[in-house]
């Protein structure tokens, strides 16, 4: 392409994506285009699926009335022969062609030349752009690959705008025209209300450099604000006593240990003593703590990065004297915002609190952690709000699909009220399996344990009577949190913390998991690939200096207690393991020396490497149980970066890799008789809970709010159901036919509503 056709690309690529209106975009689109193409006409049809037509939504050339008025059938016309073939049609006589329809109010009878070109998304065809010649003639070659360039970034502008399109007060909605913003099932449930727009306190990205004229004040400044949104944190973590368990107000003496780490106080007092006053010495410092989680491949802690951004929103606030807007919620608030913080949502009283909406974020974020908690249905990462038309409006939150309604039909209100009846009459169902054994109707138990990473500290002790233990413990954030690896004394009151909170249940501690994608402040690691570099047990081998002193704090941790079980991550080798090994065994000799009264805990692995799956026997025989971290298993094997929005759909732990890799660990694991647990989010997943108990898992570890659905299939699916069902599975050749399969099964069991609702 030539340089001045590269240029106008970019130029319309830039323009378009400014646009915050889907009808200007389209219009600025098309006259830019037609003037690049030297074409006499440039249309865009955007394509309607439901209504089963293809909208004419922009023109420049074609009769400007018949926007949005002429509609071609979904496949008849050259545009549905675009998107039928999904590949550029170039022709030079248009009405000779047989599947040419004529369009009286388009005026297009003058136009000959036809090249059309399909805008696909994700796999999703959106429409087609199309440029006219008057004279018979096709377009020339350069003219094809620019078109078919340009349609490829349309596709992402109009996917984003799109969504919005319809909560304008001037587009009708029908009944079967029931619009919604697509984002990712943060917390189960569906929610109906009124929307509330939030939006962050203070911009610390607008605060300029400036000198301090007297440090001294600015470092009193700094810390008073500290203080205060202290004293704001521990305010409403007593108001969500009676909402949350004490493990999810964790989350509270994590945002205040964030507040008091040597990464936020010195930092920022050291910028202060170097001439910045205090907010933009806070701005530096924020922004260098955030940027350490935001190149983190772990999910879970790269969302930690808003966390510190809404913190240190909230301490500029103070040193700005600024009061916090006085919020007027309705009785049924939906929150909505483009990051929503965890302090945010817990700013809403809990009586009216009805669902939560971000623009950004995922799963792992806290204001779903907390979401799902309280048991508010929660969409994330529902990008294409746009906040200044959402305020008051009244909304649906489909927490089962991802799905945000904004304004919708009666008759689409109507529905999800009979779905939200559905929804209370199953927690109420759920409610009751508290207290009631994790067990098979044949009797067959299957403990569920608890993921959590967020006791980490001196603080008061957690504890979850519906979970078992703690499957997976990730000892990082003390790391995390400091300007120097903890000492083995700190470690040991940390572990000791965790270890007495679950006495006489087990709790399993995994061995520091840092690395290229989860570097620590003052051990940066820096790799072009990380989720394949340094990282896990392998950094752990190379600096035995640090396993030794976190394995001894764990050992000592556990004394008199005896219900420590260490985990070790991202072993691929059997050579790995035995090392790992010998150190174990070296700590436990030197604390016998020293006289402590050590017991050899049970050592575990974590199965997350394709090599560790087909070595599976040779690493069963040299421990005491294995578990499964699926999250990761499942991106080896597919190759596929679930966070990575061009391929995140292609992430399905119900791929038949997933299941077979996951047969073949038990199967290996059983001619040790080694016991295998699954620790991942497929654990917590109810409608995989069948197959996994199929398989002869011994036990699930799961997120908090996972427990009770899991338990309520534990207790209504015998193991020979599960086997029949995992043997179907395994016979099908394709991720959503497996997952239709579990949906049918949990459905059959009158369990369907935990996977979707109105089932």
Known sequence: MATAMLETLKRIVQETRASTDL???????????????KADVCSIYLTDFARRVH?????DGLNPSAVGRTELPL?????????????????????????????????ETLYHGFLGVPIIHNRKPLGVLVVRHIEPASFEEGDVTFLFTIATQLAAVISTLSSGETFSDETPETETNARFVQGRPGSRGVAMGEIVVVYPAADLEAIPDRPAENPELEQDSFLTAVNAVKEDLKQLEHRMEAHLPTEDRALFQAWILMLESDTLIDGTIRRIGEGNWAPGALRETIGEHAKVFDQMEDEYLRERASDVRDLGRRILTYLQRDQARMMNYPDHCVLVGEEISGIQLAEVPQAKLAGVVSATGSQSSHVAILARAMGVPAVMGAAGLSALKLEGKPAIVD????????????????????????????CEQLQQQR??????????????????????????????????????????????????????????????????????RPVTLRTLDIGGDKPLPYFPVKESNPFLGWRGIRISLDH????????RAMLRAAIGLDNLRILLPMISSTTELDEALRLIDRAIDELKEEEHLINRPEIGVMIEVPAAVYQVTEIARRVDFLSVGTNDLTQYLLAVDRNNAHVADLYNEFHPAVLR?????????????????VCGE???????????????????????SSLLPVKAVVRTCTRGQARSLLKSALQKEDAESIRELTFSELEKMNLGGLVRPGK
Do not use: C
Request: charged letters at 20%; zero cysteines.
């Open 55 to 59: 909208v004419l939504r922009a023109t």
């Open 682 to 704: 497929m654990a917590g997943n109810p409608a995989a809970t069948p197959l996994l108990i199929g398989m002869g898992v011994q036990h699930l570890s799961m997120n908090a």
């Open 23 to 37: 009808d200007a975009a389209l219009n600025q689109a098309v006259r830019r285009i037609k003037a690049a193409t």
């Open 435 to 504: 207290d009631l054994a994790s067990e098979t109707p044949d009797g067959i138990r299957i403990p569920l344990y608890l993921n959590t990473g967020l006791m980490i500290s001196e603080m008061a002790p957690v504890g979850l009577e519906e979970a078992a233990g703690v499957g997976l413990f990730r000892t990082e954030m003390p790391f995390m949190v400091r300007d120097s690896f903890p000492s083995e004394a700190v470690q040991t009151l940390s572990y000791r913390r965790i270890l007495q909170s679950f006495v006489p």
């Open 544 to 551: 035995p200096e640090i396993f030794l002193t976190q394995i």
């Open 399 to 426: 927490g089962y699909r991802g799905r945000i309604y904004i304004a919708p039909h009666p008759k689409v209100w109507e529905e999800y009220s009979r779905l939200r009846e559905e929804d209370r009459l199953l």
């Open 75 to 107: 496949n008849r016309g050259l545009v549905g022969v675009v998107l039928e073939k999904v590949e550029p049609l170039n022709i030079d006589d248009a009405p000779l062609h047989p599947r040419y329809q004529f369009v009286s109010e388009t005026d």
């Open 661 to 677: 890799a996951l047969v073949q660990v038990m199967e290996g694991a059983a001619v040790y008789s080694r016991e295998v647990g």
